[in-house]
């Protein structure tokens, strides 16, 4: 249902930007659904399922429906669908999701060393990260997952943003906005809940254990800032 194409009749409006409606398209003719948008909607539209929620009380998945071209993550389809009256949101499964997190350094003068990090279950190398959630920045969000998954402090470098995208689940968009982060120890503490293991390594063998082009990318862009940067 995530990511499907529908075509809408609007029924009533709930708040701002929300609103009940009704899909009539094939397979889900006449199948209620939330809008959410930050336009003034048509009666009628054709528009795409950004997320499926299921409510205490009520059976099965609810559609949340958007225009084309809006995007809209978690932290801000909890907020709108918590308008709701005498409906609490019980599960929330979105088509776009948002994570920040850190490209993490720990330079001396004899050498850089980058931390790379394993998930629970994963197969490959990457970098700490996290979702956003409600009422953060992006760097505050990165700061806060980099602290609670490897027990470090670190600070931000200016100027240092870099956007990796990519479809893990073939529907699923994924957008990860990574910082470069600061580590002045190299004392990690993991977060056995969301962490397997830790390395640290320098840049050259970064590149060889990451094995995604969007990461390979991002050390490389975090190398020549690390380079210009006093021990």
């Not at 968009?173 to 470069?180: S, T």
């Not at 800032?225 to 006093?230: A, E, F, N, S």
Request: hydrophobic share 35%; glycine share 8%; net charge neutral.
């Amino acid at each position: 249902m995530i990511a499907d194409n529908v075509k809408v009749s609007l029924f009533g409006s709930i708040s701002e930007g929300l609103y009940s409606a009704y899909l009539n398209s094939n397979g889900m003719s006449g199948c209620g659904a939330y809008v959410v948008t930050r336009k003034e909607p048509r009666e009628y539209f054709d528009g795409v399922v950004v997320a499926v929620a299921e409510f205490e009380g009520l059976d099965g998945e609810r559609p949340i429906v958007s225009t084309y071209g809006e995007v809209f993550y978690e932290p801000e389809l909890r907020k709108r669908l918590a308008k709701l009256r005498n409906i609490k949101l019980k599960s929330i499964r979105c088509l776009y999701e948002k994570s920040c997190g850190g490209i993490i350094f720990y330079k001396t003068r004899q050498n850089t060393k980058i931390l790379l990090v394993k998930n629970n279950n994963g197969r490959y190398w990457s970098f700490p990260k996290g979702h956003i959630e409600d009422g953060e920045t992006e760097q505050q969000t990165a700061i806060r997952e980099i602290k609670e998954e490897t027990g470090l402090d670190v600070t931000i470098t200016p100027g240092f943003r870099e956007i990796s995208e990519y479809c893990p689940f073939g529907k699923i968009r994924k957008r990860v906005v990574f910082f470069l982060a600061r580590a002045f120890t190299d004392n990690v503490k993991i977060q056995e809940e969301e962490i397997d293991s830790y390395i640290w390594v320098d840049l050259q063998q970064a590149r060889k254990l990451c094995s995604y082009d969007n990461d390979l990318r991002i050390i490389e862009k975090a190398e020549l800032t690390i380079h210009l940067m006093k021990p």
